[in-house]
């Protein structure tokens, strides 16, 4: 089983940049799509982005152009860059990797296995 653990969130303020990572172990994601969602205060997790195994890449449309994710599997990680924050981007971020045989990215959470506990991001006006 692949378990993923995030790091790197904390408070940053209006405009400024953060970068979260996702590093996992096991050896069997580097043949499985990973995705990085959220969750605000009070509202819907919902995605922010994914990549494939084949790293081809989406990104929730309306973050593109701020936020950008990337995957080494090397180093066993996922990384989500956020440019350009805002309050509204207040959420937990939560890693996510699909099970056997989920090579391509969904956009449903249903459709990933195993999850990390989050990291708190809180962007301050």
């Known amino acids: 089983q692949v378990r993923v653990a995030e790091s790197g969130g904390g408070v940053v303020q209006a405009g400024g940049s953060m970068r979260l990572t996702c590093t996992a172990s096991g050896t069997m994601f580097i043949n499985r799509a990973m995705a990085w969602f959220r969750r605000p205060p009070g509202e819907e997790r919902e995605l922010v982005a994914a990549?494939?195994?084949?790293?081809?890449?989406f990104v929730n449309e309306f973050l593109t152009g701020r936020f950008a994710i990337s995957r080494d599997d090397a180093k066993k990680t996922l990384d989500l860059q956020m440019n350009g924050l805002k309050p509204d981007d207040t959420a937990v971020y939560t890693c996510?990797?699909?099970?056997?045989?989920?090579?391509?990215?969904?956009?449903?959470?249903?459709?990933?296995?195993?999850w990390g506990l989050g990291t708190q991001v809180t962007v301050s006006s």
């Open positions: 990549v494939s195994s084949d790293g081809r890449k």
């Open positions: 996510a990797v699909r099970g056997p045989g989920g090579a391509d990215y969904s956009t449903r959470g249903s459709d990933y296995a195993s």
